[in-house]
């Protein structure tokens, strides 16, 4: 196996791989880039915007009820972190930030994922890495028996991308400041973005059923 080939079966691996050097690059020559309403996030903005397009063009174009379920559910998942990742526009509308934010809020923004160090942030890396874990061990056969379907699952090749970013992500948050994690969430912005809209590609209206390996990306 050349070279070449093997880049090209794990072309989206090394496009990660890429990516994640350009920003690296980024943030050592200018780290004003990954300050609040700056570069990269607008990029995050961007991708979850484009996140948020695909997770409800997926909803309406097939008729599959499981797929549309799951479709409805990550789009209005997209538009909370959006709003989050703007403090529910506190910036943008100079919002007095309430008491109870002032006292519990890591960043005094007024959001819910700096609360308490980040837990709700922690539930949901808990949630992803034990998603693309299941992807892994091959139990996404039995739990899509379980759920009828109701959910798509990884390759192994995404489902260890996916892992590695977000181990990086945890890692960055407890040993770097602030501003490095903005980073790999970006990169956890374009691993979505760049999933649902792979799933366009399978046309489902011509179906009243899906397997597991359907959904894999």
């Known amino acids: 196996m050349t070279l070449f080939s093997i880049i090209k079966k794990n072309s989206i691996v090394v496009f990660f791989l890429l990516i994640l050097i350009i920003l690296n690059i980024l943030y050592l020559s200018n780290m004003s880039f990954f300050l609040e309403d700056n570069l990269i996030e607008n990029i995050q903005l961007f991708l979850l915007f484009g996140c948020i397009f695909t997770s409800f063009r997926n909803y309406f ?12 559910i990550s789009g209005l998942g997209f538009i909370f972190i959006l709003f989050e990742e703007i403090s529910w526009g506190q910036r943008l509308f100079n919002i007095p930030l309430p008491n109870f934010f002032l006292k519990y809020n890591n960043s005094m923004e007024l959001n819910l994922h700096n609360i308490n160090d980040g837990t709700l942030e922690q539930i949901m890396y808990f949630i992803f890495i034990f998603w693309a874990l299941i992807s892994l061990i091959k139990l996404k056969y039995y739990f ?15 489902g260890m991308l996916f892992i590695f970013i977000l181990i990086l992500t945890q890692w960055s948050y407890s040993n770097s400041d602030k501003i490095y994690p903005e980073l790999y969430e970006t990169l956890i912005y374009l691993f979505f973005f760049i999933f649902n809209y792979n799933l366009k590609k399978y046309n489902f209206l011509k179906h009243n059923y899906y397997n597991s390996k359907d959904l894999e990306f």
């Open 144 to 158: 899509n028996r379980l759920l009828r379907h109701k959910i798509p699952f990884f390759s192994r090749n995404m």
């Open 61 to 72: 174009n097939y008729s599959l009820i499981q797929f549309q379920a799951f479709s409805f």
